[in-house]
């Protein structure tokens, strides 16, 4: 069974400042997908960046960028710029490319708190 | 831009009680799901639907839990006989195939008393 880990309860940063999100997984199938979702205290989950095993590019998404290390089995969130409206939950999730209608399996969830 | 729509927001049931949590996919998607989410905890997968039948489940979901697609646009969650450790956020999630994004709803609060 594929695990996910995150290991940062709680991170803040700055305004204007650059924070990065760690997220680790545990699978053995070469092929999946790993997703950021945010989850602000309206508890809805948003979707911010998707990246897909076989590329190597790492996916960006404006200010929201991704350090995929297939090798070490890690895919962090780089946010730049942080705003305000940043402050959520952040939750790493993967899912199976090789199993039809796969669910996600998510991690603990990071709390990010932006400091004006 | 198309949403996943849960009702009710807000659902609190006497123990041992049935509820239903309702959702509309979006119309085009094929894949539907219910994850749910203990407060404070991560969320967690209960159960995955296709072609009109269950294609994953999670060890949660058990004979308690049932889901249902009854006409072109609903997805319901049922829980028979509700208990204390029920009380959860429930979010229906779809997608259009499985590369894509699972995208949700605003998740519906369950509260047994």
């Known amino acids: 069974a594929q695990t996910v880990t995150q290991s940062q309860p709680e991170m803040s940063v700055q305004e204007a400042e650059t924070v990065t999100l760690s997220c680790t997984y545990d699978t053995s199938e070469s092929d999946y997908y790993l997703f950021w979702y945010k989850q602000p205290p309206s508890r809805q989950m948003i979707l911010v960046i998707r990246?897909?095993?076989?590329?190597?590019q790492n996916a960006t998404e404006n200010r929201f960028s991704v350090n995929f290390q297939k090798a070490a089995k890690s895919f962090s969130l780089k946010i730049s710029d942080s705003q305000l409206g940043d402050a959520a939950m952040y939750f790493c999730a993967y899912r199976s490319a090789e199993t039809s209608g796969s669910r996600l399996t998510f991690g603990e969830g990071t709390q990010l708190t932006v400091n004006p | 831009e198309p949403e996943v729509t849960q009702t009710p927001s807000h659902q609190v049931t006497q123990m041992g009680q049935e509820v239903i949590l309702r959702c509309v996919p979006i119309?085009?998607?094929?894949?539907f799901y219910w994850y749910r989410q203990i407060l404070g905890q991560k969320v967690e997968f209960l159960v995955s639907?296709?072609?009109?039948?269950?294609?994953?489940k999670s060890e949660i979901f058990d004979d308690q839990f049932s889901v249902e697609r009854p006409d072109g646009s609903n997805f319901t969650l049922k829980i028979r006989s509700t208990k204390l450790e029920d009380s959860a956020m429930y979010f229906c999630a779809s997608s259009e195939w499985t590369g894509e994004p699972q995208h949700f709803g605003d998740g519906t609060r369950l509260s047994i008393l």
């Open positions: 119309s085009n998607h094929l894949y």
């Open positions: 990246q897909e095993a076989y590329k190597q």
């Open positions: 639907f296709y072609n009109n039948e269950i294609s994953e």
